[in-house]
């Protein structure tokens, strides 16, 4: 295991470094998360995307390109997916794990929010595998404090001295004082109590918000419907001009993103997502009945304009 200053310097000196199976080209789930599609355009890397939609990958598909796409590594968040919400089934994960060492890819597994999965009995990649081809990325950022920047990285082992080398040249090492104060969180059990209580309150506001979207949104306009985690997904009609659905919400002081950033060439879904980290549970359902009055406008007329919308419930 190796310590990281934040998750993003795991995926990144990851994605640089050389891998034993020699292959160059690294597979994301379309959409995930931008942070990763960053790091991968930035530099150049040889990437494609598999489609994940809310009823999950296409497993055909997915061996197929572990079979002829010379892939390095697969990139994939199993739960709490950004942004989807989306969750593999321990099944699922085991089909993953069993196809990655049938082509002899690795799988990056990005955990960042594995503390706040209401199902006991599920499981991370890593637990299923037997023939150290799954790297577990976690992160504590998401869970505890954004500003902590520490993560955790379990290596295969021949993977430790090429990663121990970038991540050297990187920042030296994680400091040591951050690291120290993590450990006296973590000892004195307020972790636990910590991960407890939130596990409590995301549930709330995510109820909440899929409440909403049923009471509020059109019926022929279509969501995702996470059981953990912050993130949820809005698909809109094509009529709907993504960004200037943004502009107006901004407005009325509720944000969202369009999930274009999320996909890597920029042109995915028409979709926005929604966030309920940060918050307040009285203004969930607010937000999202904002949002389903400015989709309904645009139904009704192509040419409204938005300085006459109004929200009157």
Do not use: W
């Amino acid at each position: 295991m190796v310590v990281t200053s934040g998750s993003q310097q795991a995926l990144h000196i990851l994605s640089l470094m050389p891998f034993p199976n020699g292959k160059k080209t690294i597979l994301i789930e379309e959409p995930t998360y931008f942070g990763m599609i960053d790091v991968l355009t930035l530099h150049q890397i040889p990437t494609i995307g598999i489609g994940l939609s809310k009823d999950g990958i296409d497993f055909e598909e997915l061996e197929r390109t572990f079979k002829t796409g010379d892939i390095k590594f697969f990139y994939t968040v199993p739960r709490c997916h950004n942004p989807l919400g989306h969750q593999y089934t321990n099944a699922e994960k085991r089909k993953i794990v069993a196809l990655a060492k049938k082509y002899d890819v690795y799988i990056v597994e990005d955990d960042y929010l594995g503390e706040l999965d209401s199902d006991p009995k599920a499981d991370p990649l890593y637990a299923h595998d037997q023939n150290d081809c799954v790297i577990y990325v976690k992160s504590f950022s998401k869970v505890f404090l954004p500003g902590l920047r520490l993560a955790a990285v379990v290596l295969p082992e021949g993977l430790i001295p090429s990663f121990s080398q970038y991540k050297f040249s990187a920042d030296f090492n994680t400091s040591p004082m951050t690291q120290g104060a993590l450990e006296i969180y973590l000892r004195s059990g307020m972790f636990h109590y910590h991960i407890q209580r939130a596990k409590e309150v995301y549930a709330t506001k995510l109820a909440l918000a899929l409440d909403a979207c049923k009471t509020y949104l059109p019926l022929d306009v279509h969501y995702t419907k996470p059981v953990n985690g912050f993130y949820l997904t809005i698909f809109l009609p094509e009529k709907i001009n993504v960004n200037r659905l943004i502009r107006m919400l901004a407005d009325r002081d509720v944000q969202v993103v369009s999930t274009s950033r999320m996909f890597l060439h920029s042109n995915g879904s028409n979709s926005i997502r929604i966030s309920i980290s940060q918050v307040d549970q009285q203004s969930i359902s607010e937000g999202i009945f904002q949002i389903a009055e400015c989709i309904k406008a645009f139904q009704q007329t192509a040419t409204f304009n938005p300085l006459s919308l109004t929200f009157n419930r």
